[in-house]
């Protein structure tokens, strides 16, 4: 890795864990929320889904604008954001008698801010390194932070709950201000951003998108619908997997930890797989393929053998994780290294926004299918992975896309 860049890479690194807290970290206090606020269970759901979907519609205006000027001048204002609107929501619970609808509108701007925090984070990260080993490396590291906030967010969010329901609002603008001054004062990527031209308008900007898509649309349409995949069986299986345990009336605490067993797997795999593709983008291919191929196996054997014993699971759910991990920092890479500096930041952000899409799908399909059976839920989404993977082995072909 470059000389000076490590302190750049830690700072940006901040930012998927500061936004996966913000959210996930929510979820073991929403039963808190919905008693103390006196609200149904599906008014709880709101207030996680509210995030996700403010960040699905602006994440592309967010790679928009920092192709256009630079990715801090984005990614300053929207940690900003983050933090008023998370001492909004701590403020209206602790003050407010009629809390609810004051939180679900902070919680809206939340998810506006954080449109402009982690999917810029991608492209700053291509522009941050010259070498393609670098990227992929630095790239292995973001993947790794975003995916330890999910593994450490159901234990902080229990841990601070222990206290009052309210205090993770509050905490949200801690988090978030400590990676506001850590980008601010260390990271200086941004310089590159300079040579590109301010005038570009948004008319003639959307044509050299729409073009660039026309070109390469095969391959990166591909990555879209893979990234989107993988986020789905991650979410839809932990949704499964908390309700089975709450079904079971495990306390909020060993809840989180169990729960982070698998992420804990994805985690540890994605920063693994972030050193071991490098440069080389036929291994980035075979590494997502085999990643993807392991995932699918493991997922129809849980559909195939209907046995809902709790460690049974959560071992079949690792070894799911260790595929999705093995993959996605090779979709980051194939994504940041294959598009021009001056499109990354949009091209990168529509990736993005299929990650958030299957974020917020993954935990309603799993609670529709629930209610058939664990077969069920299963069997779908072990064909998502299935065709995950046939578009990685039919679409994806480095040697001659992705120049």
Not at 95 to 115: C, E, F, V
Not at 352 to 357: A, N
Request: aromatic residues 10%.
């Amino acid at each position: 890795m470059e000389n000076g860049k490590k302190w750049d890479l830690i700072s940006i690194a901040s930012i998927p864990l500061t936004m996966t807290l913000a959210n996930s970290m929510l979820i073991p206090v929403l039963p808190a929320m919905q008693k103390a606020l006196r609200i149904t269970a599906l008014q709880a759901s709101l207030i996680i889904t509210a995030y996700a979907a403010v960040a699905i519609l602006f994440i592309p205006i967010a790679g928009y604008l920092s192709d256009r000027y630079s990715r801090k001048a984005v990614i300053l204002p929207s940690l900003l954001l983050v933090s008023v609107a998370g001492v909004g929501a701590g403020l209206a619970a602790l003050w407010l008698d009629n809390a609810y609808k004051y939180i679900l509108i902070a919680r809206l701007i939340q998810g506006l801010g954080s449109s402009g925090c982690f999917p810029v984070v991608l492209p700053l990260v291509g522009d941050l390194f010259k070498k393609d080993e670098d990227v992929s490396s630095g790239l292995g590291l973001v993947e790794t932070a975003n995916t330890f906030g999910k593994v450490i967010s159901p234990i902080v969010g229990a841990s601070l709950a222990i206290w009052t329901w309210y205090i993770p609002f509050f905490a949200i603008p801690v988090f978030s201000m400590l990676s506001f001054f850590l980008v601010l004062f260390l990271v200086k990527a941004a310089s590159k951003n300079k040579k590109q031209p301010k005038t570009t308008s948004p008319a003639k900007f959307l044509k050299t998108i729409l073009a660039l898509l026309s070109m390469k649309g095969k391959w990166l349409y591909g990555i879209f619908a893979i990234g989107g995949i993988c986020m789905f069986i991650i979410f839809g299986g932990l949704f499964f997997l908390s309700e089975t345990l709450e079904s079971r009336g495990i306390k909020p605490i060993i809840k989180g930890l169990v729960l982070a067993i698998p992420l804990a797997c994805l985690c540890l795999v994605s920063f693994l797989s972030g050193k071991w593709i490098g440069q080389n983008k036929q291994l980035m291919k075979w590494t997502s393929l085999g990643g993807l191929t392991l995932a699918t196996l493991v997922l129809f054997i849980l559909g195939i053998v209907e046995w809902n014993h709790t460690w049974w699971v959560v071992i079949m759910l690792a070894f799911a994780s260790v595929g999705i991990g093995s993959a996605l920092p090779s979709l980051d890479a194939l994504i940041t290294e294959g598009i021009d500096q001056k499109q990354r930041g949009t091209v990168t952000s529509l990736y993005s926004s299929m990650r958030f899409i299957g974020v917020a799908a993954g935990p309603p399909v799993s609670a529709l299918l629930m209610r058939g059976s664990m077969s069920a839920l299963f069997y779908v989404i072990a064909i998502a992975s299935l065709f995950a993977a046939l578009i990685n082995a039919f679409f994806i072909r480095p040697g001659h896309r992705l120049r």
